[in-house]
């Protein structure tokens, strides 16, 4: 499958863009919340199984890229251990109706800042919504934002440097948005330092095979973890919930239990170099 075909699979999915690029997060919230948005949450245990793994000694900090980052979700989860319930209930509250931009970032700011990062993680984010990568880097939910778009654009030197020392690649419903151009455009650089694992929860509907003889060409081998899928958000409309199950009949995958009920799930690919799954298979690493 090229990569352009995935525009055709997005027109099955509700736009959600307006709420990508807003001054502050509480729009992405408010409107997430109502799906039951949790791809970031049931991502989570998967993605702290695998720090550990990346982790090379005890104390040692991991340097995470966090595809599609948007406003921080996932670095928020990872670093302080905040769960979507806590960043809904945070951002959600009523009382910041009348609050601007500006204070939402002040006040966020010394709020990330009085929590601790336990599991000493850094996290670089890579998104094309200038303003929720400004916002995160702000409140110093990342370490450091990279605003651009790798489907279009090519990596600068500056930003080359920033993704070197990556350890671990992370994304959570990012696939999609992003093809294997984006993939074609990080590996170089993130390759320079020590090849990291690259983890991404994908979508049903989007196949990824194309991303994976990306990853293949620079020498991963690409496991789909079996038997276990992942929560993303209830579906939109009944609209949606049709042409998604349509999608997915169309690709020949029989809707699951949890699609007919009326959610979008996703899978999980984990992409490591040869050598690292002769020595572990994916089961061996995230299910025994
Ligand atoms: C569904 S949100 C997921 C955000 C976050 N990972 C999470 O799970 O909460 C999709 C994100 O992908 C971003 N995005 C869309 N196209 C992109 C592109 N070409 N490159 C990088 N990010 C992109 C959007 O701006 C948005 O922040």
Request: glycine share 6%; hydrophobic share 40%; net charge negative.
């Amino acid at each position: 499958m090229e990569s352009a075909d995935f525009q055709d699979i997005n027109e099955a999915k509700a736009n959600m863009d307006h709420i990508y690029n807003q001054r502050d997060p509480r729009a992405y919230f408010r409107e997430l919340k109502k799906l039951n948005y949790s791809i970031p949450d049931t991502a989570l245990p998967i993605f702290r199984k695998i720090i550990e793994q990346v982790r090379q000694k005890e104390g040692d900090t991991v340097h995470v890229l966090d595809l599609g980052c948007s406003y921080g979700v996932n670095a928020a989860l990872l670093k302080h251990d905040l769960s979507m319930e806590e960043l809904y209930t945070h951002w959600g509250a009523t009382d910041l109706d009348v609050t601007d931009a500006q204070e939402i970032t002040a006040r966020d700011k010394e709020y990330f800042n009085n929590l601790e990062n336990p599991e000493n993680i850094e996290v670089v984010g890579l998104d094309l919504a200038e303003n929720a990568i400004s916002f995160a880097e702000d409140v110093g939910l990342l370490d450091d934002g990279l605003a651009m778009n790798l489907e279009t654009g090519r990596l600068s030197a500056q930003a080359s440097e920033i993704i070197s020392s990556t350890d671990l690649v992370t994304s959570t419903g990012c696939v999609g948005y992003v093809t294997e151009k984006t993939f074609d455009n990080i590996l170089p650089a993130v390759m320079a330092g020590r090849s990291p694992w690259v983890a991404n929860f994908v979508l049903r509907m989007f196949p990824f095979d194309v991303i994976e003889e990306t990853l293949a060409d620079r020498g991963y081998v690409t496991e789909k973890l079996e038997g276990q899928t992942f929560l993303q958000r209830r579906f939109e409309s009944e609209d949606e919930k049709e042409q998604a199950l349509d999608q997915l009949r169309d690709q020949g995958i029989d809707p699951m239990r949890a699609e007919a009920d009326g959610n979008l799930v996703a899978e999980f690919y984990l992409s490591r170099p040869k050598k690292d799954v002769d020595e572990m298979s994916i089961e061996d690493l995230l299910v025994a």
